[in-house]
């Protein structure tokens, strides 16, 4: 096995426990109203930051260019209920 395949074995084993860690940690507690309306926000704010890196930059500089203007158009069609095939 060559460096890279132990590589990518740790960081699999690494990941899944820190995932499990959630579990063993919170494990059938209720968790306060707080911090559960803040972790449902959580996967809106993730998606919001990957478009916008993905839309607004380019490389290592921010750019606007003809991205913007599809994830203008997006919106709007989104934003009249058009059907998702139109929106992608």
């Given at each position: 096995?060559?460096?890279?395949?132990?590589?990518?074995i740790?960081l699999?084993?690494?990941?899944?426990?820190?995932?499990?860690?959630?579990?063993?940690?919170?494990?059938?507690?209720?968790?306060?109203?707080?911090?559960?309306?803040?972790?449902?926000?959580?996967?809106?704010?993730?998606?919001?930051?990957?478009?916008?890196?993905?839309?607004?930059?380019?490389?290592?500089?921010?750019?606007?260019?003809?991205?913007?203007?599809?994830?203008?158009?997006a919106?709007?069609?989104?934003?009249?209920?058009?059907?998702?095939?139109?929106?992608?």
């Open positions: 096995m060559n460096m890279s395949w132990a590589l990518v740790w699999s084993i690494g990941a899944y426990a820190f995932k499990m860690l959630g579990f063993v940690v919170v494990g059938g507690r209720k968790l306060p109203v707080a911090i559960s309306r803040c972790l449902v926000l959580i996967p809106a704010a993730l998606l919001a930051a990957l478009v916008f890196n993905g839309t607004f930059t380019n490389g290592q500089e921010i750019a606007i260019d003809e991205r913007a203007i599809g994830l203008g158009v919106i709007v069609a989104a934003w009249r209920k058009l059907p998702l095939i139109v929106v992608v």
